[in-house]
């Protein structure tokens, strides 16, 4: 079969000779959909999602074609075999619709009702077709359960049971950039085992985003990267991309490896030198509310062209440490403090000034990531990190990229460069 086929010859091939051929060639379903990219690989993936028994994974770039060859495997799958439960899983239920939109489409071409003619002795039609749910004429189950079933990651799978379950970029940009988000989504996934009917399978598609994503726990990825499909991505297409994202991101999505450190800015951190070093100098407060971020507070010298920088860290509220915080301002007889007012308006800093701490407001508005390599970066040869810094502080600052999950730390110092004495130009000033 090949791409216009008209049902007609499809009828005339016979049920047996039909099977036969859509089971060598199960992407010829695909081209009869009229998705007029044709390429050898998406035989093999169509042949694995509709024919497999196993649970199997498969990783490929973005803009592949996966989700569509997918799209179309489900479609034969529920004429071929409208007896098995299918469930589909994809991140948001959004994601879901759009692709049990195209399914049903699918089902309702005069092609696809040709071929279930030729199998069935009737052509199919759809019985239920939501959103979430899809049944057709075919199917003869007592239960009455539905044939597909589709839904977000974080929909309800309690006491449901399925003969094969199909996740379809369940990971992606949320599971780069929060360890919460890759432990939920690896939560949901292990439940899957619980939801699989004996003799079930598992068959996952998507893109890897992180070297502790949910593709960690999955068995072992069969991939295509950027190179093995170029009808879908050129050598030119693929340079464009590649200038515009990280290496990391680039390597991940399209090249599906990991490289963690590749787009580190920060290596190899000087400690050691007393705290003394610290004393007079200026702090900053870079305050967390809610949420997973932390309040990080940093104090810098400058003394003999050296940066001498004292940090602080905990996950906990500004007002939970505020006390200690101007505790350790006395301490080190600090000259101020520096805090931005974007997010509170003020409130923290009226706090501290409250407790006799000489705090200088500032409202930011510049791009953080900016920010952190143009003052940090520009400074780091020549920072030395003082005795009782938190090594927590220190390893936000070494592991941050452009996609770091927390930024506190780098963001503290970086501001601190950038507000007191120690900015362009003013290295030798004490005061404003």
Same mark, same amino acid.
């Given at each position: *079969? ?12 016979? $049920? ?45 770039? +973005?803009?592949?074609?996966? =989700? ?6 489900? /479609?034969?799958? *529920? ?45 199919? !039609? ?15 189950? #007592? %239960?009455? /359960? ?43 996934? *292990? ?38 499909? #170029? ?14 994202? =990280? ?9 599906? !490896? ?18 003394? *070093? ?17 309040? /990080?507070? =940093? ?15 905990? %996950?906990?509220?500004? @007002? ?22 974007? $997010? ?44 009782? =810094? ?12 452009? @996609? ?5 730390? #780098?963001?503290? /110092?970086?501001?601190?460069? +950038?507000?007191? %004495?120690? %900015? ?9």
């Amino acid at each position: *079969m090949a791409t216009g086929t008209n049902p007609h010859d499809i009828d005339e091939l016979g $049920a047996e000779r039909l099977l036969g051929a859509l089971r060598k060639h199960p992407e010829s379903f695909l081209y009869l959909m009229w998705f007029m990219r044709e390429t050898p690989v998406y035989g093999e993936w169509m042949r694995e999602m509709v024919f497999g028994t196993n649970d199997y994974t498969l990783q490929a770039f +973005r803009g592949s074609g996966k =989700t569509t060859c997918l799209s179309a495997a489900l /479609a034969l799958k *529920m004429v071929l075999y409208p007896n098995r439960r299918i469930a589909f899983m994809r991140k948001t239920d959004t994601d879901v619709k759009e692709v049990m939109t195209q399914i049903q489409k699918m089902l309702v071409r005069e092609e696809t009702r040709a071929i279930s003619q030729a199998v069935w002795g009737v052509p199919v !039609r759809l019985v239920v077709a939501t959103q979430s749910e899809i049944t057709t004429n075919l199917t003869n189950d #007592p %239960r009455g /359960a539905a044939q597909l079933t589709g839904m977000g990651i974080n929909g309800s799978i309690t006491g449901k049971h399925y003969d094969e379950i199909f996740t379809d970029d369940i990971v992606n940009r949320k599971d780069r950039k929060s360890r919460a988000e890759r432990e939920q989504t690896k939560s949901v996934y *292990m439940e899957l085992q619980n939801i699989k009917n004996r003799g079930g399978r598992i068959m996952n598609t998507g893109t890897p985003w992180h070297i502790e994503d949910c593709f960690s726990i999955m068995p072992e990825p069969h991939k295509w990267d950027y190179r093995t499909i #170029p009808e879908a991505l050129t050598e030119e297409d693929a340079d464009h991309l590649r200038e515009r994202m =990280t290496p990391s991101l680039w390597a991940a999505n399209y090249e599906l !490896r990991h490289i963690p450190s590749d787009d580190v800015i920060f290596t190899n951190p000087k400690t050691g030198a007393p705290q003394s *070093m610290v004393e007079d100098g200026e702090g900053h407060v870079d305050a967390a509310y809610y949420g997973e971020d932390y309040t /990080a507070f =940093t104090v810098m010298t400058k003394r003999d062209g050296k940066f001498y920088v004292y940090g602080r860290m905990w %996950r906990k509220h500004v @007002d939970d440490v505020t006390p200690l915080i101007c505790s350790e301002f006395e301490r080190l007889r600090l000259i101020r403090l520096f805090m931005e007012t974007n $997010a509170d308006k003020g409130y923290a800093a009226r706090t501290f000034k409250s407790m006799g701490v000489r705090v200088s407001q500032y409202t930011e508005k510049e791009n953080k990531y900016i920010k952190i390599v143009t003052y940090l970066k520009k400074a780091w040869p020549d920072i030395v990190f003082v005795e009782g =810094t938190d090594e927590a502080y220190i390893n936000q600052i070494t592991d941050y990229t452009e @996609d770091a999950e927390h930024d506190d730390a #780098p963001d503290s /110092a970086a501001s601190l460069l +950038r507000q007191g %004495r120690f %900015r362009e130009g003013r290295y030798n000033s004490p005061f404003d």
